[in-house]
């Protein structure tokens, strides 16, 4: 079964200084991998998705992800945070489970930023 | 304007009583899906259904029910049963669960149940 790990359940940046928000993954075979973000009391918003075609992935609002087989890791980044980009995020791997995809959820971090 | 709507957005139980949490979606999605997000631990998977009168347990069904009688509507009924209803409850859908490892799931803006 596939899995995936986001390793800090918390992350504070200054604003305007770069953001790197951590996920490995585990899988037998080639994963698609997403990250999401939500904020308070909303539901998710999808960032950006990796499907094979390229490893350095742009999403929405200046977020890049970029694939890592050899790490097995699929880290968020973005290289000047803004206020607006406080949030918890999730990587989330699909794993085909009797013939259906499903999502696997990371356990979320939760972005500060500092003014 | 396409998307998912649940209501109500902040629903309230006393214990013993079941309740109901509505999802709609307009995007012609054949599949949806029900999770529960408690904090630090993700979201998890209560049911999904991925075509019309039809639906899976999911990792946590115990203690709750759903039904799809229709395309668009996935209503979730949280049942006296479920020992520990108080969570922040999210509808999702994409277009079908078993073409592409890469299809995308859509939320909606969640419902927060609380049990008094």
């Known amino acids: 079964a596939q899995s995936v790990t986001q390793l800090d359940s918390h992350v504070s940046v200054s604003e305007g200084t770069p953001v790197l928000l951590r996920c490995n993954y585990s899988?037998?075979?080639?994963?698609?991998l997403f990250w999401y973000v939500q904020h308070p009391n909303k539901g998710l918003q999808l960032l950006l998705k990796?499907?094979?075609?390229?490893?350095l992935v742009k999403g929405i609002n200046g977020f890049e992800a970029e694939f890592k087989k050899s790490e097995t890791s699929f880290h968020l980044t973005k290289p000047s945070a803004h206020m607006s980009d406080a949030a918890e995020y999730f990587c989330v791997v699909s794993d085909r489970v009797s013939g259906t995809y499903k999502y696997i959820f990371g356990t979320g971090t939760r972005l500060k930023v500092l003014a | 304007d396409g998307g998912i709507t649940q209501s109500p957005k902040y629903l309230f139980r006393k214990e013993g009583q079941n309740v109901t949490l509505s999802c709609e979606q307009n995007?012609?999605?054949?599949?949806m899906y029900w999770y529960r997000q408690d904090p630090g631990q993700g979201l998890r998977l209560i049911y999904y259904?991925?075509?019309?009168?039809?639906?899976q347990k999911g990792d946590i069904a115990e203690g709750y029910s759903v039904s799809r009688e229709k395309k668009e509507s996935f209503p979730l009924t949280v049942t006296s049963a479920q020992k520990n209803p108080t969570a922040f409850y999210l509808c999702?859908?994409?277009?079908?669960?078993?073409?592409?490892?890469?299809?995308?799931?859509?939320f909606g803006p969640g419902t927060r149940l609380t049990v008094l």
């Open positions: 259904s991925q075509i019309v009168n039809d639906f």
């Open positions: 995007l012609n999605h054949d599949a």
């Open positions: 899988s037998s075979y080639s994963p698609s």
């Open positions: 999702a859908s994409s277009i079908a669960a078993d073409i592409s490892i890469y299809n995308e799931q859509f």
């Open positions: 990796y499907t094979s075609a390229a490893t």
